[in-house]
């Protein structure tokens, strides 16, 4: 999934986006509250680590502009404000969540998966499609109770394809969710990441078609009727 940063500290920012990166997200980071509202403006992303207190345009005033322009991205607040009072104030004004600092890296990774998840609509880190149950806690994917081995790259784009099933996805909005600014995939790169999650779950209910020219279309296929 495709998750902005918005953070000044420059050694937890790394920090977090490193550690994101390593689950196979692609992951932007902004240091400047001003900067980051002019990328949102253009640029979608399915979840932000907002902090409050940010050069040129604070967390809150950022949070406040993204919710008028009803962008429903959500939104995780980092703060090391832990005031009842606060914590209701940044709820009010449309957060989804926040972490005290400091915090521990495996509660901020739950938090993530819990937003990703809920965007999704799904109501547990666990689920089922067909035949292939997903475990985003583990990350791990199974198909007619077979652990099947994908990379956390893969793993992203088998999240993709189930949260927008039945929907054509070009390969640039593909690489919008798959991959950040700084990587510079080729322009071969999401057919060859298709074709080897095709091949891995091959026995799995998921068919991912190739519409030539356009992108592609997932969908769970449909129990043969009995004749």
């Known amino acids: ?27 932007d980071l902004m240091e400047d509250g001003q900067r980051a509202d002019d990328l949102l403006k253009y640029q979608s992303f399915d979840l932000i680590l907002l902090d409050l207190n940010l050069p040129s345009l604070s967390g809150l005033q950022l949070l406040k502009k993204l919710r008028q322009r009803d962008d429903d991205t959500p939104v995780l607040i980092l703060t090391a404000r832990d005031q009842i009072e606060d914590r209701i104030r940044l709820l009010d004004e449309g957060a989804d969540d926040y972490l005290s600092k ?8 739950a938090r993530c998966r819990a937003l990703l998840r809920r ?5 547990s880190n666990v689920s089922e499609h067909g035949n292939i149950l997903v475990n ?3 990350r791990q994917v199974f198909v007619n109770g077979e652990l099947i081995g994908v990379t956390n790259r893969e793993f992203r784009l088998l999240e993709i394809f189930l949260g927008h099933l039945g929907r054509v996805l070009s390969k640039d909005e593909i690489t919008d969710h798959l991959f950040n600014f700084n990587e510079t995939p080729g322009p071969n790169a999401i057919e060859l990441y298709v074709g080897r999650l095709r091949k891995k779950i ?6 991912i078609s190739t519409l030539r020219g356009i992108g592609y279309v997932a969908d769970i296929a449909k129990p043969a009727k009995p004749e």
């Open 1 to 27: 999934m495709r998750i902005l940063v918005v953070e000044d500290t420059q050694v937890l920012a790394q920090a977090i986006c490193d550690r994101l990166t390593s689950l196979g997200h692609g992951v």
């Open 102 to 109: 400091p915090f521990d890296f495996g509660e901020l990774e």
């Open 119 to 123: 965007k999704q609509g799904y109501a």
């Open 136 to 138: 985003r806690d583990s």
């Open 202 to 207: 091959l026995q799995g209910d998921l068919v």
